[in-house]
């Protein structure tokens, strides 16, 4: 069968730490199939060469405006015409500024201002740079002009801080400019809980667990790398939702309960990551409890059990738990597995602040016959590897049935 024509992408290199990540994403346009020509702003030559560029690329690299030899022939109008898509990778604060300022001032620039081809950007900044006002009135102007963003995604920076702010990886770059017409889950309409429950005391006291769901919107974002249509069903996050994900919010054990069902109809694949409350106040209060007595007792009943309801449907998703472990990993995780009789179980141990609420992870996934050892890597990383198992055990796949 004859390969279907890719886009040409022009990639712009602003001047960010995360600039190295861009030399993956040019070899993954080229794997894709996309011819690729590489702008750099100065700022990006600094990080990384022209010439790295140009041997992933196969392309001479842009960097001045007025270059006399290039621009014999206004070679920026014939770039801004080449191209089918532009891609900016990393953005940074400056960057986005000037283009939402309608700059023209170096050769990027330039470009964004003389193409009609559409604009993605990946912003990559300091957590603060991205959350101050400035950058977010930038952002969002671009984006009622049209132009696309990826990320930022969060984690820890090379600054040293942690947040929001980091570029997206060039995975999830590559599929929201080309989207996943090939991937292993591609026609596959998967369902995703993340993040805790908050089972309310009284109007400002609540029950809870420190889940971040940073694991779970993980999930949901290599999901949809694969190709996947996802919805994700979530708790209260201490991250940020993915693009491309159709997102609804349940901040209680019942209400992710009743909207994982409402949404279940058709789904092909479930993942239970959410951290759901096991127990809740029977009657919460309607004020605020004063803390008049030297003591208090509040009646615990059970919640309902998301996981084992959707494992008892008929006809019924692929399914797959979550079991946050203390103690006797495999055992506990493989019996929770047969109980609930869910198709397969990843397995993490909490113990000694391990896990939750944490940027890394290992797992221990166990399904009927056999297991996977992942080992501790950033939970981006681990989702897409998990996502890659649950797609081959779903095909079936016997190599997946091997370590």
């Known amino acids: 069968m004859e390969r279907q024509a890719q886009p040409r992408v022009l990639l712009g290199v602003g001047g960010g730490i995360a600039a190295y990540k861009s030399c993956e994403l040019v070899r993954r346009l080229r794997d894709a199939g996309c011819e690729v020509r590489v702008v750099m702003t100065r700022g990006g030559a600094a990080f990384v060469t022209p010439l790295s560029f140009q041997a992933l690329s196969g392309q001479p690299v842009r ?23 532009v891609v900016i990778a990393p953005a940074t604060a400056d960057l986005i500024a000037r283009l939402a300022a309608g700059l023209a001032d170096d050769l990027l620039t330039t470009l964004c201002l003389a193409t009609e081809a559409p604009i993605l950007l990946a912003p990559a900044m300091n957590r603060v740079m991205w959350e101050h006002p400035a950058t977010q009135a930038n952002h969002r102007l671009l984006e009622q002009r049209g132009v696309r963003m990826v990320g930022p995604e969060s984690g820890g920076q090379a600054c040293g801080e942690t947040g929001a702010g980091r570029m997206a990886e060039p995975r999830s770059i590559l599929h929201a400019l080309l989207g996943s017409a090939s991937g292993p889950l591609t026609g596959q309409r998967v369902l995703i809980t993340a993040g805790p429950t908050q089972e309310p005391i009284d109007p400002v006291r609540f029950i809870g667990n420190r889940s971040s769901g940073r694991m779970g919107v993980a999930l949901a974002a290599a999901a949809r790398d694969a190709g996947a249509e996802v919805r994700l069903v979530h708790g209260p996050l201490g991250v940020p939702l993915p693009a491309g994900v159709q997102a609804v919010a349940a901040d209680t054990a019942e209400a992710m309960h009743a909207a994982v069902l409402e949404h279940l109809e058709g789904v092909d694949l479930f993942i239970g990551a959410a951290a759901v409350a096991d127990y809740r106040p029977r009657a919460p209060a309607d004020q605020k409890l004063k803390k008049d007595a030297p003591g208090m007792t509040v009646e615990l009943v059970r919640t309902p059990d998301i996981l084992a309801d959707v494992a008892a449907r008929r006809p019924r998703p692929f399914v797959v738990g979550f079991a946050a472990e203390t103690t006797r990993l495999r055992e506990n995780a493989r019996a929770k597995m047969e109980r609930k009789g869910v198709d397969m179980i990843a397995a993490n141990d909490v113990s000694a602040g391990r896990a939750i609420g944490r940027q890394e ?43």
């Open 63 to 85: 960097v001045d405006l007025l270059d006399a030899e290039a621009e014999s022939g206004m070679d920026h109008i014939a770039l801004a015409r080449w191209a089918d898509r």
């Open 361 to 403: 992870n290992s797992l221990v996934v166990l399904w009927p016959g056999g297991e996977r050892l992942f080992p501790e890597q950033p939970k981006g990383d681990l989702a897409h590897a998990l996502i890659a198992l649950i797609a081959a055990r779903m095909a079936g796949d016997a190599e997946a049935d091997t370590n």
